[in-house]
């Protein structure tokens, strides 16, 4: 990403909508797989930190954090947030087997090669380990925020099944979120894309009471998207698992 992205993220994401809406939803299927405090987590591609926060104040004790970004290492860092090392999703620097949960959250769309970089999730993974992966669905909602983030692409929920399948990793649950304020966000960039506002992030788009406000809105969406399922969302959830022998 742009490092001024990075900036704006390392700000706001302890009390932006988004970030804090993600993190309930990542929490609650979290909850739901059970693990050990102790269970092997690889955080791959940690940005600014939002899911090590998380997993720390959920008392998880024995997670790893990678990123291929300085910028994004230090950031973690100044907030107490490692261990944090430098690494390459599609050239993970650890051996086979070794985690039993990878979250893999907003990064396969920063990266040419996918395909190698679930392979690599498949391989690091133990037998029946799982991964959380996420990414902004839907191509028509490219926007400033893919420009800034320098994604390569945004997905359609059938394509993102077949890689994620042909890496070897099992779909146990796939589904849309953010599908409440998808219509809005779709308004919203293309609002932007016409007026061209100098801004370094679309985060920095809110104020104390919009931000209460869609905080609220997102909370009931991520409570609602994994039990309705609707056909369309800003971003994608699946929850992959290494097959067990």
């Known amino acids: 990403m742009d490092p001024a992205t ?19 939803l990542f929490r609650d299927i979290l909850q739901g797989l059970d693990l050990p405090k102790d269970a092997r987590i690889l955080d791959v591609g940690v940005g ?8 720390r ?15 994004a290492l230090e950031f973690c860092r100044q907030k107490g947030l490692g261990p944090v090392d430098q690494g390459d999703i599609c050239h993970l620097p650890f051996p086979d087997g070794n985690f039993d949960l990878a979250l893999v ?8 090669d996918d395909g190698l970089a679930l392979a690599e999730i498949h391989r690091v993974l133990d037998r029946g380990g799982k991964a959380i992966i996420t990414v902004p669905a839907f191509p028509i909602l490219w926007g400033l925020q893919d420009r800034v983030s320098q994604h390569k692409r945004r997905y359609r929920m059938v394509g993102l099944v077949d890689r994620v399948k042909s890496a070897g990793l099992i779909c ?16 919203a960039r293309g609002v932007i894309r016409w007026f061209k506002p100098n801004l370094k992030s679309e985060n ?14 997102f909370a009931f969406d991520v409570v609602t998207s994994r039990r309705l ?6 971003s994608i959830l699946i929850l992959a698992e290494r097959p067990s022998p």
């Open 204 to 217: 920095q788009v809110n104020t104390p009471v919009l931000n209460s406000i869609l905080t609220g809105v």
């Open 6 to 24: 990075y900036e704006v993220e390392a700000e706001i994401e302890a009390s932006h909508w988004w970030f804090k809406g993600r993190r309930r």
């Open 172 to 187: 146990r649950e796939s589904f849309h979120f953010n599908y409440v304020l998808f219509l809005p966000i779709l308004f």
């Open 57 to 71: 104040d959920l008392g998880f004790t024995n997670v790893t954090g990678i990123d291929n970004n300085d910028l």
């Open 105 to 112: 959250t907003d990064i396969l769309e920063h990266v040419d």
């Open 48 to 55: 600014t930190g939002a899911n090590l926060r998380m997993l």
């Open 229 to 234: 399922s609707p056909p369309f969302g800003v």
